[in-house]
């Protein structure tokens, strides 16, 4: 039988309701993590926690808007309170969509959030911590579309995707910061890029046949990834196999950044 890489590590997901937090949470069970399922959806949060009690893990579910510095800090005191520790923290919850302030608000400032608060607490244990961003392939490249050059006949129509590529480039500076940050402590930081994925994020794009071609035609794997292919190499950062491994950006993208 193949060891568990998380045993009895104590591990806060956020972004847990779906899609690729989901995934991460429920495999982060499976390596025989305890976890800290936490979104802004508490409904969502408490169906992934109740997900992974039922296949015999140990997870609890918490209300959390990331935005919030003090109940971020809060998630985490909580989450060491109930599990006796705090070693994990996938800092992933964000949201595509959105406008150029509320996009930077969850996708950065959120992540930052994560990033003070858990860097710090992890650098009080005797072997550290891991955490893992939620970066994306719009944090290395800029993202092309079958009909990108219409933006430019209006100035605000692009200020969605602009905000999305903001923050995730913002991530992956942030990862490598705090990376040389708290080396010295053993908390290594690291960060996923993630190519086009089949979750709810992407379900527009796969509406249109054109633009899902389009976009599978980017990824020469030929199609999307899935939210557990995400979550295993999220699982392989945290673990110890890692251990060598800090201030990275991982491309988990079917070869779309390679071009």
Not at 4 to 9: C, D, I, T
Not at 158 to 170: L, M, P, T, V
């Amino acid at each position: 039988m193949r060891s568990k890489a998380l045993a009895e590590r104590k591990a806060l997901v956020t972004g847990a309701a779906r899609g690729i937090g989901r995934a991460t949470a429920e495999r982060f069970a499976e390596e025989g993590a305890w976890v800290a399922c936490a979104d802004i959806d508490e409904k969502g949060a408490e169906e992934t926690a109740n997900t992974i009690q039922q296949r015999t893990g140990k997870a609890i579910a918490i209300a959390l808007d990331v935005t919030d510095k003090q109940a971020f800090s809060d998630a985490m005191s909580r989450t060491a309170d109930t599990f006796g520790g705090f070693d994990i923290l996938f800092n992933n919850a964000g949201i595509a969509g959105g406008d150029w302030a509320q996009t930077l608000s969850v996708n950065l400032s959120g992540v930052y959030n994560g990033l003070a608060h858990g860097a710090h607490l992890m650098s009080q244990n005797e072997r550290g911590g891991a955490i893992v961003n939620t970066a994306s392939i719009a944090g290395l490249v800029g993202l092309v579309g079958p009909r990108i050059g219409d933006v430019a006949q209006d100035p605000n129509a692009f200020s969605g995707a602009a905000g999305y590529i903001a923050s995730k480039h913002g991530v992956a500076g942030l990862t490598k910061q705090f990376a040389l940050a708290f080396a010295s402590q053993g908390v290594r930081v690291n960060a996923i890029a993630p190519g086009y994925i089949e979750t709810a994020m992407t379900a527009n794009v796969r509406e249109s046949d054109e633009f899902n071609d389009f976009i599978v035609s980017l990824h020469p794997l030929g199609r999307m990834g899935r939210a557990e292919e995400i979550a295993a190499a999220a699982a392989f950062l945290a673990s110890d196999d890692a251990s060598f491994i800090t201030g990275i950006v991982l491309p988990v993208d079917g070869g779309y950044t390679s071009r």
